[in-house]
């Protein structure tokens, strides 16, 4: 066994059985010992490519990197290997044989990728195939060459010129907007970025944005992701989009395309702009038509030098032409194809070099003489030109002419049998002649022409049998009337020229020539309006617009043949009018021709137009004549009522008095009601004498039924081709079982009297009771009209199995009057057979006055049942489908509210029918109904009301009122269970005390279970309301709802929050009739939301001040989304049990419920207070822990009205400003002036209006606008941006605000302009404007004003932005509280800030919540050194901390600074920077101040922090305060500890001793330019740098052909583009902090100067690159200053690298402490993530060189080191490294 597993060892070495064991260096070739066998060449199978799909014949061509397929043609049984030269694998196989070879020993068939060369190398594929264990065979090289360039010079990479023509970029074709969309994901969902052929033609072509952004072209990058390498320029663009108008791909859109560099970069995505564009699809396509030269086509009229018309005759352009004459050889080919109407021909593509270099071969070698059809393949361009691939001969031809029937044709004189003269006349010869003559259809057939053009036409062409029965299909599937003239392809016989087989036909349409004027036309096909052949969606319109006859055409498509005049169009609206047609209407219209073409289409016109239905169509009924129809009321001679019993009407009448024989027959139809009888139609005279002959005949006495066949006409008239009688008879009547007859006295079984009153026996007796279900059933008749019934028929057995079935099926409820069908039984005539049943609607009888209806069926609206053929608004068919008919229809057309409402009712022949309609009241509860239903369509309802005795005019049928409507829908509803006694109550609040309105968990079982009052008065449900602010009644129970409630209640261990899910159908007065009630186990709670870690804070108090025990709506979101502490510790619930005003902590969250309070507080858009509702369920172990939890907003306004908002007092004062009358501080850089007005310039109804100005400090943007609840979301905006007048927006939300439309920008004197360097925006807008908020000028509730602002251009308003009631008209004493500093340059006088507090001369308001008090002392208790002293008081509402610092400039370092914080003495402090570990107390020994206090006051309710303290003016190392002059202050206060103060501060110059101050604007540094200036970074040094580093690094990895200067450039690239970032990200940030009001050196800190080290590297490296030493030449050493550089270079990049990250890692740090960036996390992965993933390409890399390169010695190029120099010299020296591969060629053996 071991010799043997040795020997098949060694068998699969030597042969390689299996690809991966044929040894690298082993030939693959004829004559090689291979599987023990020497290997020989075979044709049986051959290698081929394959793109997309389609196979390139060898020898073809490939587009430059493009991918292809290498395959086996034939895999049967076999194994293979495969090899390449000139290109790669895409893969490399297991073959270990890099990606030269692949190979499978099972193959799929699907083949092998291969990656086409971009240096133009041929590709060659060889595969040796075994089947099994055999002598492996060699299949023949297929070579594939480069695509030839239009332009060589681009074939040299080394003239690479940016503004040369750019050939052959093969990619994906895509519309610039779908590229731009977030992630490169596509309108249509395709992934751009990874997977471009998923892109769809539907998205670039049908969307219209995607149509008007342009085009380019994305190419595969290096690491297999696309990128846009080009876009087109307005004329490429007009290409792509003439490329995806008319291409037939779905997706997969591959191209090459050839331009012109602009030498421009499209600016939106910075990418090589193309112009000179052409498109060539990526997709093999064939086309066959007639070959033809571009000389003749282009000659005038198309008309070839050899006299061939190409428009109308190609097939007699010889090849002669083509061939022998010079000109036609030299101007190209190209491929003619039917035009669009199938009238002649057109250019279809003009042939690249290579299609007419085989269109000459191909002429050169034919031994065709004309009718040159040939098959070519290949790729199209959007310029129509095909690169054509292969082209092929047709054998078949193609003639025009009269088909003829061979019997006709040898008829006498070519007289055909319908007398057409087939010699000078073949038009007249009519297609009836084929289709009804038998001789005609089994002769054969052939083709008349006129070959001479003389008019005389003769048989050029016959067909053999085969195509002889082609041509009858043709004939049988025909839709024309007369002239027959095809177009007809074929092959002639060898033997014979003249007979055509293989023949296809098709028909020439009669559009290609004009009907002449006078000319009698007859035309079938389908009657159509104009309006909806030329239009869509223009359905109203259709009647006015005329009509036209349709007619098939050859392909199989219709066309519009013929249009009427005004009579003809008459004609038309008289047949549509009375069609029971819905669709079909194939009509034979007769008529002349006008001579005209209608103008709009160029169809001929028709005048003296007759319509005729063509359908031969069928109907029973009862036969009546003419002159007993037309007679008074429809009573006939012999005293028939045929209205309603036509059935009386007796032969004798018909037959045996004259004048009835005389005035002709039609035939009766149940009216559309079904309650009587009308004339269907009357019939023509050959009808009229079947009908004759019918009752001459018949043994019938009535009940005269019969059935005729035939067409009918617009006139009502049917021409009638068969009558025959029917057997059966139609009787009316009660049905009865007979069981109920035969009782005594016939009274029933539910006690109906049924000789007297039939009408009394209900369907429930037939349904119910057994016995009446098993003794048959019969008819009730009054035959003598005396009121009393007797039974007139009854049934066989098997028609009583009928009548269950219809009982069975029925949807009455009492009376059953029917309308029997059947067969007297021949022995006894009044037992009937084959019985068919019908109801008698209840609409034929009216309803009385006061009975009680109960009914079931669907509900409709009346306008939609009123329609034509009941097809409603939605297009439900309410005649057959009223299930089709949706609420939206019902609900949403106001139409349909306000038509009014029914009932539809199945009848007897399964279609619907309105059975009632309701009153004004039972509209309401209908309406009800359909607002409250979440259903969709099938809108079944029980209606149970009362008749009014009525019916409804229009439509004939019994009015209800008193109307209830319950809705056959099974809902679901999960609320709080409650007793409606308790629900009744005063105020809803419980027996147990629970508020039912607000806290329906807190309602017990013990009340509703122990409470006997409770259990007796019936349960329902709550719900929500619409506001949510509370509870509302959602359902009352029906009886078995409550008590399904009780039994719960007494089971259920439930304390309370008693929610349950119950199921069951509700009506229109609230009822849910209950099926299933289910105890849901979770709970409903509200309260404030608390973060854990805030809770868990020294006495509550949360991170931003809140006192959570006392006052938790004063705990802000901003908590929760910018404060990582708060969203990582947990959540909970703050409650307030006890109802003192304290909350504890009730409920915490499990962690999967934190995860979902986590994304309800990102996706909230509240702007403060969190008050929610949870759902939850508590956790076994411990109820205090909820489990998955639902949470929701409590609205914060609205629902309470001790909680409406009231304005602040006195947050308004007396203006400052003569133009206004008040003005308010919004915040302490804006203020706003207004005044109310009552009349002006404008028209009446712009009043009342708001005049307003809003300043704000320095210049910028400002915004204002109105809500009634704090949020942005539903509200309106005032905005001024970049100087320009005020415009009104619309908020939608936390984003970008949207300009309203014109009609929309009322805005009066709305101007903007700078006053002192201060933006001042002013406007007149009227107070109540249509779907805008009002805004409230006086009264008790008020909205709020929110305001944002900002320095720069328009952007998010961190901290810039804020809410603020105000009551526009106050009536206010402005000495009660500080007016606003007005937002000015100049300062104020002392009048503006007189103090309130004695102990102080002077109180300035710094802004809305700062004021600063003082009073400068020149004597006091302490030495006297200390004097001058400032004795100062902070005043800051609400609490927090206080600062005030002297300062050089407008800057907080190097200030000096008191601070007052909540509990804490103030004292001073130190700033040297601007952050939170800059500000440090002094010393104690420089805490210098005496008196210093702060403490907690109450003013007015409010909350103060109130610091005071006496400080000495002059001290050493502090900036001296002046007592007189001006002195420069900087400000800030924040709600809780010290902390970043984000933008609450500002600066000020203040004069001690008159008060006379300025505020001034300090501009922030903008976080928008820090954070650009970090992304400009980090592309710079955590993507480009590394990436241009694995670029070098990989120069060693593969060695190909092209690959030398590639890895170089790509190198270069990216590193420029690194330096580039570097400098923009640079300058960016020194711009931000040059504009912004700071006074710090650019490089104060350490991350600057670390990026300045980052500059400097980069820049030394370009230094270097620019002037590097070239590598050593062939056979030299390499020199020092190589050596150096090298090593410099190295050091320079990945320490700069290494520099670069150290740096952008230290500079997140600083954005975060900043308040730069919200998350320091996502920046650091960033950053770290790309850094990373680096480092491991590099090192795998590495190791991967290290195990492929050959091992140094001292044979050529074998060592690394030449490898580096081979590839240095690929791109410093390419001559030398030509002759290095010249070398290298040699040692091959090339």
Same mark, same amino acid.
């Given at each position: 066994m071991a010799v043997v597993g040795a020997m098949m060892l060694l068998m699969l070495g030597i042969v390689g059985a299996h690809p991966n064991d044929l040894d690298c260096d082993r030939v693959l070739g004829v004559g090689e010992t291979i599987m023990f066998q020497t290997s020989e060449a075979s044709t049986d199978r051959f290698g081929i490519f394959e793109r997309s799909g389609v196979e390139i014949s060898c020898g073809g061509t490939y587009v430059a990197g493009e991918t292809l397929t290498a395959k086996l043609d034939d895999i049967t049984d076999a194994e293979y290997v495969m090899e390449l030269t000139g290109a790669t694998f895409t893969e490399e196989c297991d073959d270990g044989c890099d990606t030269s070879r692949c190979g499978d020993i099972a193959p799929s068939g699907d083949g092998?990728? /291969?990656?086409?060369?971009?240096?133009g190398s041929d590709i060659t594929l060889v595969i040796g195939w075994a089947a099994g264990f055999s002598t492996v065979y060699i299949t023949d090289t297929c070579t594939l060459t480069a695509e030839a360039s239009d332009d060589p010079a681009t074939d040299d990479p080394a003239t690479d010129d940016p503004a040369l023509d750019v050939s052959s970029i093969f990619g994906y074709l895509v519309d610039v907007l779908c590229w731009e969309l977030e992630n490169h994901i596509a309108v249509d969902g395709a992934d751009l970025l990874n997977s471009p052929e998923d892109h769809t033609i539907h998205c670039m072509r049908d969307i219209q944005e995607c149509r008007d952004s342009g085009f380019g072209v994305l190419v595969k990058q290096a690491d297999g992701t696309y990128d846009l390498a080009y876009a087109f320029d307005e004329a490429g663009n007009a290409a792509a989009l003439a490329l995806v108008d008319e291409t037939d791909l779905i997706d997969n859109v591959t191209v090459t395309v050839s331009g012109v560099e602009t030498g421009s970069l499209v600016t939106d995505f910075s990418v090589p702009e193309l112009t000179q564009v052409s498109i060539r699809l990526h997709e093999t396509i064939s086309h066959t038509g007639f070959l033809v030269d571009i000389l003749c086509w282009e000659l005038e009229g198309h008309v070839a030098i050899d006299g061939a018309d190409l428009d109308e005759n190609p097939e007699d352009h010889s090849i002669h032409c083509m061939r022998d004459i010079q000109e036609c050889r030299e101007n190209g080919h190209g491929i003619l194809e039917l035009t669009e109407d199938e009238c002649g021909y057109d250019l279809a593509y003009t042939f690249d070099s290579a299609g007419s270099e085989l269109a000459l071969a191909y002429v050169d070698a034919t031994d065709k003489i004309d009718n040159v059809i040939v098959t070519v393949t290949g790729e199209r361009d959007s310029d129509g030109i095909m690169y054509v691939e292969t082209l092929v001969e047709e054998s078949h031809q193609i003639h025009e002419g009269y088909l003829v029937d061979l019997y006709c044709w040898n008829l006498e004189g070519h007289i055909a049998f319908d007398g057409a003269d087939?010699?000078?006349?073949?038009?007249?010869?009519?297609?009836?002649?084929?289709?009804?003559?038998?001789?005609?259809?089994?002769?054969?057939?052939g083709l008349l022409q006129d070959e001479d053009g003389d008019g005389r036409y003769n048989l050029t062409f016959t067909f053999d049998s085969g195509s002889d029965q082609t041509v009858l299909n043709f004939i049988d599937n025909a839709t024309i009337a007369d002239t027959v003239f095809v177009r007809v392809a074929g092959t002639p016989q060898a033997a014979d020229a003249t007979i055509l087989e293989d023949v296809s036909i098709d028909l020439v349409p009669h559009e290609c020539d004009a009907v002449a004027a006078g000319d009698d036309v007859?035309?079938?096909?389908?009657?159509?309006?104009?309006?909806?052949?030329?239009?869509?969606?223009?359905?109203?319109?259709?009647?006015?617009?005329?009509?036209?006859?349709?007619?098939?055409?050859a392909d199989g498509t219709y066309d519009l043949a013929y249009a009427f005049d005004e009579a003809g169009n008459a004609a038309a609206l008289a047949l549509v009018d009375e069609t029971d047609l819905i669709d079909n209407v194939t009509v034979t219209v007769t008529a002349t021709a006008t001579g005209s073409l209608v103008t709009d289409f160029l169809?001929?016109?028709?005048?003296?137009?007759?319509?005729?239905?063509?359908?031969t169509i069928s109907h029973t009924g009862f036969l009546v004549d003419i002159l007993c129809w037309e007679l008074e009321g429809h009573v006939a001679i012999d005293g028939a009522d045929l209205d309603e019993n036509p059935e009386d009407h007796s032969i004798h009448c018909m037959r045996d008095i004259q004048e009835c024989r005389e005035n002709g027959h039609g035939i009766l139809e149940l009216t559309e009601d079904e309650c009587g009888y009308d004339l269907a139609y009357t019939f023509d005279s050959a009808g009229s004498e079947l009908a004759l002959a019918y009752v001459d005949a018949t043994d019938k006495i009535d009940n005269v039924i019969v059935t005729v066949t035939g067409e009918r006409d617009s006139d009502g008239i049917m021409y009638v081709e068969t009558l025959v009688e029917e057997s059966h008879q139609i009787h009316e009547g009660y049905l009865v079982d007979l069981y109920c007859w035969n009782l005594e006295g016939h009274i029933a079984f539910d006690g109906a009297d049924l000789v007297n009153s039939p009408e009394d026996h209900s369907i429930k007796c037939f349904t119910d009771v057994p016995q009446c279900r098993v003794n048959g059933f019969g008819l009730l008749q009054d035959e003598d009209g005396d009121g009393r019934y007797n039974l007139t028929f009854t049934f066989d057995s098997g028609s009583d199995q009928t009548v269950l079935n219809f009982i069975d099926n029925a949807t009455i409820a009492d009376t059953v009057f029917v309308r029997v069908a059947g067969t007297p039984q021949a022995a006894d005539a009044t037992i009937l057979e084959d019985v068919s049943i019908d109801l008698v609607p209840h609409e034929c009888?009216?309803?009385?006055?006061?009975?009680?209806?109960?009914?079931?069926?669907?509900?409709?609206?009346?306008?939609?049942?009123?329609?034509?053929?009941?097809?409603?608004?939605?297009?439900?068919?309410?005649?057959?489908?009223?299930?089709?008919?949706?609420?939206?229809?019902?609900?949403?057309?106001?139409?349909?509210?306000?038509?009014?409402?029914?009932?539809?009712?199945?009848?007897?022949?399964?279609?619907?029918?309105?059975?009632?309609?309701?009153?004004?009241?039972?509209n309401a509860a209908a309406l009800a109904l359909v607002d409250e239903t979440d259903l969709i369509d099938n809108v079944t309802v029980t209606v149970t009301a009362t008749a009014t005795g009525s019916l409804v005019t229009d439509f004939l049928v019994p009015e209800l009122t008193t109307v209830s409507i319950r809705l056959h829908e099974t809902i679901s509803h999960t609320g709080f269970l409650v007793d409606i006694l308790c629900w009744e109550l005063e105020g809803h609040v419980a027996i147990d005390g629970a508020d039912l309105d607000e806290n329906p968990e807190d309602h017990s079982i013990h009340c509703m279970r122990d409470i006997q009052e409770c259990r007796e008065n019936g349960h329902g449900i709550l719900e929500l309301t619409e506001d949510e602010c509370g509870y509302d009644l959602a359902y009352t129970f029906d009886s078995a709802g409550s008590e399904l409630a009780l039994a719960?209640?007494?089971?259920?261990?439930?304390?309370?929050?008693?929610?349950?899910?119950?199921?069951?159908?509700?009506?229109?007065?609230?009822?849910?009739?209950?099926?299933?009630?289910?105890?849901?186990?979770?709970?409903?709670?509200?309260?404030?939301?608390?973060?854990l870690y805030c809770w868990n804070l020294d006495g509550h108090i949360a991170f931003d001040g809140a006192d959570l025990v006392n006052s938790p709506e004063d705990h802000t979101i901003k908590c929760f989304t910018d404060v990582p502490q708060c969203r990582v510790n947990g959540f909970g619930l703050l409650q307030d049990e006890d109802g003192d005003g304290r909350y504890n902590l009730t409920f915490t969250f499990d962690s999967g419920s934190d995860q979902t309070v986590l994304n309800f507080i990102d996706n909230a858009t509240i702007a403060d207070t969190v008050f929610v509702r949870v759902a939850g369920t508590p956790q076994a172990a411990d109820a205090t822990i909820l489990e998955d939890v639902s949470v929701d907003l409590v609205p914060q306004s609205g629902c309470d009205a001790s909680l409406a908002p009231t304005a602040t007092a006195c947050s308004a004062f007396p203006s400052d400003d003569p133009e206004f009358e008040h003005m308010a501080s919004l915040d302490a850089n804006v203020l706003l002036y207004w005044t109310i007005e009552t009349e002006g310039d404008e028209d009446d109804s712009f009043y009342p209006a708001i005049r307003a100005s809003v300043a704000k400090t320095g210049d910028g943007w400002v915004s204002l606008g109105y809500s009634l609840d704090e949020l942005m979301e539903g509200s309106f905006a005032v905005l001024s941006t970049d100087g320009a007048a005020p415009e009104k927006y619309e908020l939608t939300g936390r984003t970008v605000p949207v300009l309203m439309d014109a009609e929309f920008q009322t805005l009066a004197d709305a101007t903007t302009s700078v006053v002192d360097g201060n933006l001042v925006v002013s406007f007149t807008k009227t107070l109540a404007e249509a779907g805008e908020v009002e805004i409230e000028a006086s009264g008790t509730t008020w909205g709020y004003f929110l305001f944002a602002y900002g320095d720069d251009s328009l952007a998010y308003h961190v901290g810039s932005r804020g809410a603020i009631q105000i009551d526009l008209s106050p009536v206010c004493d402005p000495s009660a509280t500080p007016a606003p500093t007005p937002v000015s340059a100049a300062p104020t006088s002392a009048a503006t800030c007189e103090s309130d507090d004695p102990d102080y001369d002077f109180a300035l308001p710094i802004d809305g919540s700062f004021t600063f008090y003082w009073r400068v002392l020149e004597d006091g208790d302490e030495e006297d050194d200390f004097y001058p002293a400032l004795r100062g008081r902070f005043l800051l509402a609400g609490g927090g901390y206080a600062a005030l610092a002297t300062s050089t400039d407008t800057a907080m370092p190097g200030s000096d600074a008191i601070i007052g914080i909540d509990d804490a003495v103030p004292e001073k402090y130190e700033i040297t920077g601007r952050t939170l570990d800059s500000v440090s107390a002094r010393s104690a020994s420089q805490q210098t101040l005496v008196d210093a206090s702060c403490s907690s006051i109450d003013i007015d309710g409010q909350s103060y922090l109130d610091c005071r303290f006496v400080k000495d003016m002059v001290e050493d190392g502090e900036i001296e305060i002046l007592a007189s002059g001006m002195n420069q202050f900087v400000w800030a206060r924040g709600s809780g500890s010290l902390a970043y103060h984000q933008s609450d501060r500002g600066a000020l110059t203040l004069d001690l001793s008159s008060c006379a101050a300025s505020a001034q604007s300090l501009k922030p540094v903008s976080s928008s330019a820090i954070r650009i200036h970090g992304r400009f970074m980090i592309a710079a040094w955590a993507y480009c740098a590394p990436v241009g580093v694995i670029f070098a690094r990989a120069k060693h990895a593969a060695l190909r052909a092209g690959f030398f200067k590639t890895w170089l450039y790509l190198h270069m690239f990216v590193q420029l583009m690194a330096l580039i970032m570097t400098a923009v990200g640079f300058a960016k940030a020194y711009e931000a902090i040059k504009d912004a009001d700071v006074d710090i050196d650019h490089l104060t800190y350490r991350h600057p100067k670390l990026g300045v080290g980052v500059m400097i590297s980069g820049c030394v490296q370009l230094l270097m690159g620019l002037l590097r030493p070239h590598p050593p030449h062939k056979g030299e050493a390499k020199s020092i200053q190589r050596w150096i550089f090298e090593g410099l270079h190295r050091l320079f990049g990945y320490?700069?690298?290494?520099?670069? /990250?150290?740096?952008?890692?230290?500079?997140?740090?600083?954005a975060m402490e900043l308040d730069h960036i919200a998350a320091q996390r996502p920046w650091n992965t960033a950053v770290i993530a790309p850094v990373a993933t680096t480092v491991f390409v590099l090192v795998v890399t590495t190791v991967y060189i290290y195990l492929t390169t050959p091992a140094a010695d001292t044979s050529e190029s074998s060592s690394y080191a030449d490898v580096e120099k081979a590839v240095a010299e690929k791109v410093d020296a390419p001559q030398e490294a030509e002759m290095v591969e010249a070398k290298n060629n040699d040692d091959k053996g090339v």
């Open positions: 092998h990728e /291969v990656t086409a060369p971009t240096d087939l010699v000078n006349s073949p038009e007249d010869h009519s297609i009836k002649c084929f289709t009804d003559v038998p001789q005609c259809r089994v002769n054969g057939f007859t035309v079938t096909g389908f009657l159509v309006d104009i309006l909806c052949w030329e239009l869509e969606d223009h359905i109203a319109a259709c009647r006015d617009s005329g009509f036209g006859v349709l007619v098939k055409q169809v001929p016109e028709l005048t003296t137009v007759s319509i005729r239905l063509h359908e009888d009216a309803v009385a006055a006061g009975d009680d209806v109960t009914v079931t069926g669907f509900l409709v609206d009346i306008l939609c049942w009123e329609l034509e053929d009941h097809i409603a608004v939605d297009g439900a068919d309410l005649l057959n489908s009223p299930e089709d008919h949706t609420i939206h229809c019902m609900r949403d057309i106001q139409a349909c509210r306000d038509s009014g409402f029914g009932v539809l009712v199945k009848q007897a022949d399964g279609t619907y029918d309105l059975a009632y309609a309701f009153d004004e009241a039972g719960y209640v007494d089971a259920t261990d439930k304390i309370d929050n008693v929610i349950v899910t119950v199921t069951g159908e509700r009506d229109s007065d609230g009822i849910m009739y209950v099926e299933t009630l289910v105890e849901e186990s979770y709970q409903i709670h509200e309260g404030y939301l608390v973060d320490g700069g690298i290494v520099l670069g /990250v150290i740096t952008m890692l230290s500079g997140i740090e600083k």
